[in-house]
């Protein structure tokens, strides 16, 4: 049920559970049982989340109504949602890239036939 991974470092990945849009720190260590350590992050969701990105110490999460944007703690052990950007262009958003000041989101439209189309929308402050 995972959909989104990003990497915080070469041993700290944040990943999305999709159903439920709980977020978690998975910390890579050969010496923690099975090769790591998963944590959850405190207090941000984004139900039905998807291919995330990161963008500065900020989670852009499409999350099908549109994006989910999370503020991570330095220690990604606790997050905040400061804004959930919606737009009538949005369809069932499921990836987003950062092209300077503009966020590109992917609208698969699960129940409509291809072509799938991309939003462009302003990044957040």
């Given at each position: 049920n995972l959909q989104g991974v990003v990497a915080l470092s070469d041993t700290r990945l944040v990943v999305v559970k999709y159903f439920d849009g709980a977020l978690y720190r998975?910390?890579?260590?050969?010496?923690?049982?099975?090769?790591?350590?998963i944590t959850p992050i405190a207090d941000a969701t984004a139900r039905l989340g998807s291919k995330m990105i990161l963008d500065g110490n900020r989670l852009v999460v499409p999350d099908e109504d549109g994006l989910s944007v999370v503020e991570l703690d330095a220690e990604a052990t606790r997050g905040t949602v400061i804004t959930q950007m919606r737009n009538p262009s949005f369809h069932d958003a499921t990836g987003v890239a950062r092209v300077g000041d503009r966020y590109l989101v992917v609208n698969a439209g699960w129940n409509d036939p291809p072509p799938y189309t991309i939003s462009s929308v302003p990044v957040t402050s």
């Open positions: 998975i910390d890579l260590d050969p010496q923690a049982p099975q090769g790591r350590t």
